[in-house]
T-cell receptor, first 113, second 110 residues
Framework: KAGVTQTPRYLIKTRGQQVTLSCSPI?????VSWYQQTPGQGLQFLFE???????NKGNFPGRFSGRQFSNSRSEMNVSTLELGDSALYLC????????????FGEGSWLTVV | EDKVVQSPLSLVVHEGDTVTLNCSYE??????LLWYKQEKKAPTFLFML????IEKKSGRLSSILDKKELFSILNITATQTGDSAIYLC??????????FGGGTRLMVKP
């Protein structure tokens, strides 16, 4: 059974550009969450989606957005990139909205120059 | 606001040693606590604990939860260099939003 798949794995963007990251959850999982990990701030929650609906959003500016499709795949977008957006972006999937194990993908390493 | 605190921040041991990592939490509507191992990539799931006093075990790793005192420990016996990693504990809210601790960086020397 395939795990959580994230693409692209590595990318370099310039300040002011935008980026879209993709996540395919484990087959059958309908809950997808996104996290940002930086050395200074650790792992911070971005958003959570279930059945194409955003259930929760972390304390990030409006430049960070996401969505989930009917096949449970999810994308997150960051517009007007800033140097501080350089981070590992992790996607996590779970079977339902609560009470189940949460599994992480390999992450997308974003560098903003 | 939910809070998860891990200690120690970092730990250096030699192969064969036993280590104990600590995780305390203050979570509204506590349901479970999860432990992950992270080695330069995605966090790998280790354990999910929901009941107090029940030990979860996998090989040399084990974990226990104390819901009264609001903490969990992760034990690793007979440590190996491959155990070197950051160990994270996290607690979900009523949904799947995880609040993570800062992690414990474990280095196992040969």
């Amino acid at each position: 059974k395939a795990g959580v798949t994230q693409t692209p794995r590595y990318l370099i963007k310039t300040r002011g550009q935008q980026v879209t990251l993709s996540c395919s959850p484990i087959s059958g999982h309908r809950s997808v969450s996104w996290y940002q990990q930086t050395p200074g701030q650790g792992l911070q929650f971005l958003f959570e989606y279930f059945s194409e609906t955003q259930r929760n959003k972390g304390n990030f500016p409006g430049r960070f957005s996401g969505r989930q499709f009917s096949n449970s795949r999810s994308e997150m977008n960051v517009s007007t990139l800033e140097l501080g957006d350089s981070a590992l972006y992790l996607c996590a999937s779970s079977l339902t909205v609560s009470g189940n194990t949460i599994y992480f993908g390999e992450g997308s390493w974003l560098t903003v120059v | 606001e939910d809070k998860v605190v891990q200690s120690p921040l970092s730990l250096v041991v030699h192969e064969g040693d036993t280590v104990t990592l600590n995780c305390s939490y203050e979570v509204t509507n506590f349901r479970s606590l999860l432990w992950y191992k992270q080695e330069k990539k995605a966090p790998t799931f280790l354990f999910m604990l929901t009941s107090s006093g029940i030990e979860k075990k996998s090989g040399r790793l084990s974990s226990i939860l104390d819901k009264k005192e609001l903490f969990s420990i992760l034990n690793i016996t007979a440590t190996q260099t491959g155990d070197s990693a950051i160990y994270l504990c996290a607690a979900p809210d009523a949904g799947n939003m995880l609040t993570f601790g800062g992690g414990t960086r474990l280095m196992v020397k040969p």
